[in-house]
């Protein structure tokens, strides 16, 4: 049996619909980590100077980073929800390393989705990264649990993902920023250990206490081409306007097309924010360019 590679190690989801596990699609990368948290164990009756720990606690957290982002509905709608769900990390084999292998490290267990940032950048490939904590005990996997084969997706384009911001917290957003040239959106739920006296065993339980999400994003000061699209777009002088009003304004993040990518199509997630920070930068010999970060005000709403 020959050194099992990294595309060959896979951390899939628990479909209840199709009630199967599924791969995280187009997945570049995923990390395990299994915690046994100690408190020192020495003591007056332990002869010699070296500490004994001893393991009070087991904790468990995954990550996962994808160039999957046709599903950014689908996980901002989970980690609002602050339900726990399925995890499972197997051997995985076939042309797209998608079926379970059943190796004997196979372990499933239930998770929150804590942490999820998506970045939409120029002339790249846009991203997604996921984190998960555990929360309760790690099981075997029966031989009988089968993953769904998925199709193999689609690159989505940075430049085709564009935010849209309005001027206060009535309009609805309609203006791409001008010359911009990345964006992410992230969004955190802070969990707490929940576990008590009451709590057979050592791992540990976790409760959701919180959401809460920034967006950010970089444009050029000026941009030297052609604008041929009729649609208006936000200036970096407009966006210091609304960084001196100090008010919640409309966003939404969209697809676009049209003319240099200003006319959004289908929405995918929107609500109000606050300018917290812009920050100006002249370089020497470089462009000159700016970055904005935006706090979320409120909840998000996901598009249906």
């Known amino acids: 049996m020959g050194t099992l590679k990294g595309q060959n190690f896979r951390i899939c989801i628990f479909d209840a619909t199709a009630e199967k596990y599924k791969v995280i ?57 602050m339900q726990p769900m399925t995890l499972m990390w197997d051997e995985t084999t076939t042309t797209d390393n998608q079926t379970r292998a059943k190796a004997t490290f196979a372990r499933k267990g239930s998770a929150y989705l804590n942490d999820v940032t998506f970045n939409f950048n120029d002339r790249e490939n846009s991203t997604k990264s996921l984190q998960f904590q555990g929360s309760g005990p790690l099981q075997t996997v029966a031989a009988s649990e089968a993953t769904q084969v998925i199709p193999l997706g689609s690159y989505t384009k940075g430049q085709y993902v564009r935010l849209f911001l309005s001027s206060d917290n009535t309009a609805a957003p309609s203006t791409v920023i001008a010359a911009a040239k990345s964006l992410s959106m992230h969004v955190s739920l802070t969990l707490e250990d929940a576990t008590t006296k009451d709590t057979a065993g050592e791992w540990t339980i976790q409760e959701p206490t919180a959401l809460s999400y920034d967006i950010s994003t970089g444009a050029l000061m000026r941009s030297g081409e052609t604008i041929t699209s009729q649609v208006g777009a936000k200036s970096l002088a407009d966006l210091e306007t609304i960084y001196e009003a100090g008010t919640p304004v409309k966003w939404k993040i969209s697809n676009v097309g049209g003319d240099n990518n200003r006319t959004a199509s289908s929405t995918i997630v929107s609500g109000s924010v606050i300018l917290t920070q812009l920050t100006l930068n002249g370089p020497n010999r470089q462009n000159a360019d700016y970055t904005a970060n935006l706090n979320g005000y409120g909840d998000y709403t996901v598009a249906a």
Do not use: E, F, Y
């Not at 408190?39 to 990550?63: E, N, Q």
């Open 25 to 81: 699609g187009m997945a570049t990368g995923c990390t395990v980590t299994l915690q046994n948290n100690t408190d020192p164990g020495s003591h007056k009756d332990i002869v010699g100077a070296a500490d004994m720990p001893v393991t009070t606690s087991k904790s468990w957290s995954v990550s996962c980073d994808s160039l999957n982002v046709a599903d950014a509905a689908a996980m901002l709608t989970a980690i609002k929800a």
